[in-house]
């Protein structure tokens, strides 16, 4: 179930809900599986793969049971975080991530949750990257990790720092969609029009249900290189397939294109790696 969870698809995330569905039915003492249930709705929810009040009418009673069943259990104080992420109730989610990372300071998701609700939550950009730099360090071969340290040097202007993060992170896992996105960013940053397209092309030949998404992140990242009339065009296509409001957003933003930005923001419910990126 976690290794479906990692993925962060939306076929990868159903699959690992049928795993630990499956796995609490089983034995419905087993408190990791339900504690894996509810970060799985969670990710839903996150990604925008399910509403958020569905996830949490999901989620909720699973991170609540494996509390019950483990209160000495990092992983339960983590899912019950994640829950408060999706209510957004900043406090409580970093109080019971810090928990979590206390009775388990090798927990390197829920650190890297901590460090998305500081930056989401708070704001807080310097607490958030050592949070985040720690949770790398602890699983040094999760793409996923790396992807979300390559975001947050992004944010800093640290793009060298960025591509070399996000780098591995592709060569570990060339199907993870963040990875050739994050890269053709942090290359558009530098100035190197060939890595991204390059990037973008190798990404797009693996692509599925998330090729709207790349088709925007291109866009954005040839309005950076000055191609606004192929942006333009991408930012359609990219509409076409189903992106996600808040990558046309950032496509219609790097366009300069506010109204239109705005107005893809106001169809996004909840997608909160993203929040508070400006």
């Not at 569905?21 to 709705?41: F, M, N, Y």
Request: proline share 3%; charged share 25%; with cysteine.
């Amino acid at each position: 179930g976690r290794y479906h969870w990692q993925q962060r698809t939306r076929v990868s995330v159903e699959r690992a809900i049928a795993y630990f569905t499956r796995a609490v039915e089983r034995d419905v003492r087993a408190a990791e599986a339900w504690c894996g249930l509810a970060d799985s709705w969670v990710v839903m929810a996150g990604r925008g793969y399910a509403p958020v009040d569905v996830a949490i009418a999901h989620a909720a009673p699973s991170a609540a049971r494996a509390l019950a069943l483990d209160d000495a259990l990092s992983a339960a104080h983590a899912s019950i975080g994640g829950v408060n992420i999706m209510r957004r109730r900043w406090r409580d989610a970093e109080a019971a991530f810090g928990r979590a990372t206390h009775l388990d300071p090798f927990n390197a998701d829920a650190r890297q949750w901590l460090s998305m609700t500081r930056l989401t939550g708070f704001g807080a950009r310097e607490e958030a990257i050592r949070e985040q730099s720690i949770a790398a360090s602890l699983d040094p071969v999760s793409p996923f990790q790396m992807v979300i340290l390559s975001w947050q040097r992004y944010l800093r202007g640290e793009y060298d720092l960025s591509r070399s993060s996000m780098e591995p992170a592709i060569d570990i896992n060339a199907d993870l969609e963040e990875g050739h996105a994050g890269l053709a960013r942090a290359a558009a940053r530098l100035g190197d029009r060939a890595t991204v397209t390059t990037t973008v092309k190798a990404g797009l030949t693996r692509s599925g249900e998330l090729r709207g998404d790349l088709l925007a992140e291109h866009a954005s990242a040839l309005a950076v290189l000055g191609d606004s009339r192929r942006a333009h065009r991408l930012v359609l296509e990219a509409t076409a397939h189903g992106a996600m409001p808040l990558n046309l957003a950032l496509a219609w933003a790097s366009l300069g294109d506010v109204e239109r930005a705005l107005r893809c923001l106001e169809r996004e419910s909840f997608l909160v790696y993203w929040t508070r990126s400006e």
